[in-house]
């Protein structure tokens, strides 16, 4: 039996241990990293994974820059930025946002529509600010970023390589592939495109991400779990 120790705490005890917690984890992830991290819920997707990813894998040596279609609130931009100052500082980390937050009607497992959670989201860590205004702030000390604010449907990209791509942009199905092709067309040998909400809560991501995996399976050298939700796909 798992005792859950968050049932028994004290509230009062809870409020203090809960700014112990971001201090401790700060102070762990500048040691880890070398920079401090961005504001706490402006990284949704939990990106640490990523950059354990990248630096394991020497990701940034490869040739090409990166793309992350679907930024939010940019907390993830800003650490794939810093990281990339740190590792690589000439490429560029080109960023995919239509910067609205009700465009996404996907629905998750419990019926909850996407735009709902990003609407709740801003509302409680930034409300009367707009997503971009958000993104622009988490990210204004972000030199290496390239912000295309568009459709990822309409988008003309500019680069012609990639070594690394993320996609957690719109999750219907025909964005899931739009976003996928973007990137992989343009993938270097070793490169690597991950997805978001893989295996988690919104199964038309996972159907539509396997689709793509049995499509290009010659093409995959690797295919590699990232933390609970996220999957990454290495090219031959």
Not at 72 to 99: H, N, Q
Not at 118 to 147: A, D, M, P
Not at 183 to 205: H, I, M, T
Not at 230 to 235: P, Q, S
Request: glycine share 6%.
């Amino acid at each position: 039996m798992v005792l859950n120790l968050r049932h028994i705490i004290p509230r009062p005890i809870k409020r203090i241990l809960r700014p112990l917690r971001r201090f401790f984890y700060r102070c762990s992830f500048w040691f880890r990293y070398g920079f401090w991290p961005p504001p706490d819920g402006t990284d949704m997707a939990g990106y640490d994974v990523l950059l354990d990813f990248i630096i394991t894998r020497k990701i940034f040596e490869l040739e090409g820059d990166v793309i992350e279609i679907g930024a939010f609130l940019g907390g993830g931009t800003y650490k794939l930025s810093k990281l990339a100052e740190k590792l690589a500082p000439t490429k560029r980390i080109f960023v995919v946002d239509i910067f609205d937050p009700n465009f996404d009607m996907t629905q998750c497992l419990l019926g909850t529509e996407m735009r709902e959670i990003y609407r709740n989201v801003l509302e409680l860590h930034y409300s009367g600010l707009s997503q971009e205004q958000v993104f622009r702030w988490v990210t204004r000390s972000c030199k290496n970023i390239v912000v295309i604010k568009s459709d990822s449907k309409q988008v003309l990209l500019p680069m012609q390589r990639l070594c690394f791509a993320f996609i957690d942009g719109c999750h219907e199905p025909s964005y899931v592939k739009n976003d996928f092709y973007l990137a992989w067309e343009r993938l270097v040998s070793g490169g690597v495109v991950a997805f978001d909400d893989y295996g988690f809560d919104l199964p038309q991501v996972t159907r539509t991400v396997d689709e793509l995996i049995e499509v290009h399976r010659p093409e995959i050298r690797e295919i590699v779990s990232l933390g609970k939700k996220m999957i990454g796909l290495v090219r031959k």
